[in-house]
């Protein structure tokens, strides 16, 4: 299957400071990546998508201002939280599509695990 | 309604054994269908697609009913490296939606 990679795997960081999330994909291009967050014991639950070339879809209730996403390359998204907060740890899973021949198949990136203290 | 709903867990079942997963949808407008399995602490890792014709994939088998947007995935003779949570995802117009999840412990 496809690889996406995400960098970094996890990060502390502390309450105020903004968190770069990189997610690439390595061996296909991706025009649409998407970004999760999975809180413990939770389903992940979509943040926004994110399209070349273009601004971001967020789903409801996701602060575009705090959750910057940038896609600038059909290779590359990165997702920055700014001035972190304790209750934005989570587990941040970025995904990319690949056409197969009967349906879009999303990959996931290994995720990283974020800790604002 | 949630919009993805899977059989809450956990299971336990010995090696060996035959387990089955159910899964109910609710948007119509659903297009694809899969199953990926989650390990502790990891990505979710597509398992296999779902179609309406049904598929296996060893000892995997998944089946679809759009009629009653039901799907399945059936695990024959289950080994202790299918220890994971199973999900059922859905996808429509290109975003997915997950379930909650299953958890399978298999037992020695």
């Known amino acids: 299957g496809a690889v996406v990679s995400q960098h970094p795997s996890w990060v502390i960081c502390k309450s105020g400071t903004s968190v770069k999330i990189e997610c690439r994909s390595l061996?296909?291009?991706?025009?649409?990546m998407f970004w999760y967050r999975q809180f413990p014991k939770q389903s992940l639950m979509l943040m926004a998508t994110?399209?070349?070339?273009?601004?971001?879809?967020?789903e409801q209730g996701v602060e575009k201002d705090k959750f910057l996403i940038n896609h600038a390359s059909l290779t590359l998204s990165t997702l920055t939280v700014t001035s972190a907060h304790p209750e934005d740890s989570s587990f941040y899973i970025c995904?990319?599509?690949?056409?197969?021949?009967?349906?879009?198949?999303?990959?996931f990136g290994p995720g990283t695990r974020l800790t604002v203290t | 309604r949630k919009e993805v709903e899977q059989d809450p867990g956990p299971f336990n079942v010995p090696e060996g054994a035959t387990v089955a997963f159910n899964c109910t949808y609710s948007?119509?407008?659903?297009?694809?269908f899969f199953w990926y399995r989650q390990d502790c602490r990891k990505e979710p890792k597509l398992l296999m697609s779902v179609y309406s014709s049904g598929n296996e994939d060893g000892r995997f088998t998944a089946q679809l009913n759009r009629a009653s947007q039901y799907i399945s995935l059936l695990i024959r003779d289950s080994k202790l490296s299918d220890s994971a949570t199973y999900l059922c995802v859905v996808m429509v117009s290109y975003q997915l939606t997950f379930g909650k999840g299953t958890k399978l412990s298999v037992i020695p």
């Open positions: 948007n119509s407008a659903s297009q694809s």
């Open positions: 994110s399209n070349e070339g273009s601004k971001a879809t967020y």
């Open positions: 995904s990319a599509t690949q056409q197969t021949r009967s349906s879009y198949e999303q990959y």
């Open positions: 061996d296909f291009q991706a025009t649409t």
